[in-house]
């Protein structure tokens, strides 16, 4: 799972995270302390292992503003 954090504008700390499970990509994304919204998909036939996955959601997340890092550290 990797999960990537922002904080808002408005001061709200928002997240975006995925994992695998059941060979479906599940993204999960939200305000952190609320419930979220999550989405499922097959696991898209572009990409050719969970590594290239990691490597797009990274990247669009990270094009919004979201970072890596540990919630210690907000």
Known sequence: MITLYKQA?????????????????V???????TVGTTTRMDFPASFSDEDE???????????QGYKLQSLSTL
């Open 9 to 25: 504008s408005d001061g709200k700390l928002l997240y975006a995270e995925h994992w695998i499970e059941e060979d479906q990509i």
């Open 53 to 63: 996955f990691k490597v797009d959601f990274l990247n669009r997340y990270s094009d």
């Open 27 to 33: 993204e999960h994304i939200g305000e952190v302390g």
